[in-house]
Nanobody, 123 residues
Framework: VQLVESGGGSVQTGGSLRLSCTPS????????LGWFRQAPGNEREGVAS???????IYTDSVKGRFTISSGNPLNTLYLQMNSLNPEDTAMYYC??????????????????WGHGTQVTVSS
């Protein structure tokens, strides 16, 4: 499975971005997908996750601002990011584990990773 992210960029505080992740090949009826981020000097952090049943979870710092979504059958995974602030600056990664149910923000619960897309928020 290959994951390709896109949609990163530079915005000012309060701006919005939408990240996309296209997994291929991916014909599983059950799966777990997630978005993670890593800022320089920090550990990788789970941001949002969704499973094939549509269950979604978010880390506390993005609740109410970020929305994860995916189609079923899966074509593309999205992360809509609103009200961005400088603390959101990081490399964002898409991750997947096929043939499971249940969302997770733990990186150990994923098998496949994209190469990342940079998000930079300036004040």
């Amino acid at each position: 499975v290959q994951l390709v992210e896109s949609g990163g960029g530079s915005v000012q505080t309060g701006g919005s971005l939408r990240l996309s992740c296209t997994p291929s090949p991916f014909t599983y009826s059950s799966y777990r997908l997630g978005w993670f981020r890593q800022a320089p000097g920090n550990e990788r952090e789970g941001v949002a996750s969704v499973d094939a049943n549509g269950r979604k979870i978010y880390t506390d710092s993005v609740k109410g601002r970020f929305t994860i979504s995916s189609g079923n059958p899966l074509n593309t995974l999205y992360l809509q990011m609103n009200s961005l602030n400088p603390e959101d600056t990081a490399m964002y990664y898409c991750a997947a584990r096929p043939a499971v149910f249940g969302a997770s923000l733990d990186s150990r619960d994923y098998d496949y990773w994209g190469h990342g897309t940079q998000v930079t928020v300036s004040s």
